[in-house]
Nanobody
Framework: QVQLVESGGGLVQAGGSLRLSCAASGRFFSINLMGWYRQAPGKQRELVSSITGGGTTNYADDVKGRFTISRDNAKNTVYLQMSSLKPEDTAVYYC??????????????WGQGTQVTVSS
């Protein structure tokens, strides 16, 4: 059973910083793409950032220059450093990972979500 466990959310004032972590556990062979999504009330879930196993990163336009994604492959963990936070960054943030548990099939797994609230 593969699990993604997130931590690091919370309440912060505008302009502040938070660091999210997401660790994968369980039995699997490898992890391909890892990323962070967010969902604000009344809105669809959207991609915030992603990172390949080789370290290639991708960011949504509205977080470029403020958020930094990284991963520690030895710890099967992905991080999201969020700086210069804005009230519009308020959302539930979800970790996502493409994981190979056997053969060549990649399965997408989701974390339980962590609330990030930015006050003005």
């Amino acid at each position: 059973q593969v699990q993604l466990v997130e931590s690091g959310g919370g309440l912060v004032q505008a302009g502040g910083s938070l660091r999210l972590s997401c660790a994968a556990s369980g039995r699997f062979f490898s992890i391909n793409l890892m990323g962070w999504y967010r969902q604000a009330p009344g809105k669809q879930r959207e991609l915030v950032s992603s990172i390949t196993g080789g370290g290639t990163t991708n960011y949504a336009d509205d977080v470029k220059g403020r958020f930094t994604i990284s991963r520690d492959n030895a710890k099967n963990t992905v991080y999201l450093q969020m700086s210069s936070l804005k009230p519009e960054d308020t959302a539930v943030y979800y970790c996502n990972a493409e994981i190979r548990t056997g053969g060549i099939t990649l399965t997408k797994y989701w974390g339980q979500g962590t609330q990030v609230t930015v006050s003005s």
